[in-house]
């Protein structure tokens, strides 16, 4: 009878520490993909941009510097030969 104990016991903590892992996989997985849209409305919104700027005849910038300000890094662009 303590044997059955034993075992029961055992397999419970098998099946608890597999679903524990799977959790922390599926947490892993979710992140991933939070990161991926991320990226893909920064490229979205990067194309449209350009798309536009391109409609209205703007020039390149010559320099970009990026300015960190709080969690995010903006491009400043300026033409050094018109300054």
Do not use: C
Not at 2 to 29: G, P
């Amino acid at each position: 009878m303590s044997a059955v104990y034993v075992w029961q016991m055992n397999h419970q903590a098998q099946n608890s520490f597999a679903i524990k892992n799977l959790e922390d996989k599926k947490e892993e997985i979710f992140d991933s993909i939070r990161e991926r849209e991320l990226e893909y409305s920064s490229a979205l919104s990067l194309a449209s941009v350009a798309s536009r700027a391109a409609g209205l005849n703007l020039s390149s910038p010559s320099e970009v510097t990026f300015l960190e300000v709080g969690l995010n890094s903006v491009a400043v662009g300026y033409d050094s030969e018109k300054n």
